[in-house]
Nanobody, 116 residues
C-alpha cells in the first residue's frame, strides 16, 4: 500500500513561493532516493528534482536555480522549496521513491497553480 502524502500546494502569483512537503511511510526512508514529479494539464508527468540518501540532488533544467529539494530523515519527509514561480510551474506535484515507482504507485499529489 502506497503511503506518500503530499501537502503545501496552493495558488500564487508569478514570482511567489511555495514549500511542498511529502511524508513517506512503509519504507526505510533514510536509505531511499526521493523524487518530486509534476503533471501539468494535458501533459505527461515529468521529473522535477531528486535527492539521494547522501543528499546529492538533481534538478530538471527548467527549475534549476528556483527550486530546492531537501529531506529530513528524522521526519520521513522530503521538501520542495519553490521560489520565483512561473505559470508554467502549474500542475499537480507528486513525490515518489524507487520502491513505489516500481509498482507504479502514487500518492494523491498536491495542486500548484501559478497565475500571471
Amino acid at each position: 500500500q502506497v503511503q506518500l502524502v503530499e501537502s503545501g500546494g496552493g495558488s500564487v502569483q508569478a514570482g511567489g513561493s511555495l514549500r511542498l512537503s511529502c511524508t513517506a511511510s512503509r519504507i526505510i526512508f533514510s536509505i531511499n532516493r526521493m523524487d518530486w514529479y509534476r503533471q501539468a494539464p494535458g501533459k505527461q508527468r515529468e521529473l522535477v528534482a531528486q535527492i539521494n540518501s547522501g543528499g546529492t540532488t538533481n534538478y530538471a533544467d527548467s527549475v534549476k536555480g528556483r527550486i530546492t529539494i531537501s529531506r529530513d530523515n528524522a521526519k520521513n519527509t522530503v521538501y520542495l522549496q519553490m521560489n520565483n514561480l512561473k505559470p508554467e510551474d502549474t500542475g499537480v506535484y507528486y513525490c515518489n521513491t524507487p520502491v513505489f515507482l516500481a509498482r507504479n504507485s502514487w500518492g494523491q499529489g498536491t495542486q500548484v497553480t501559478v497565475s500571471s
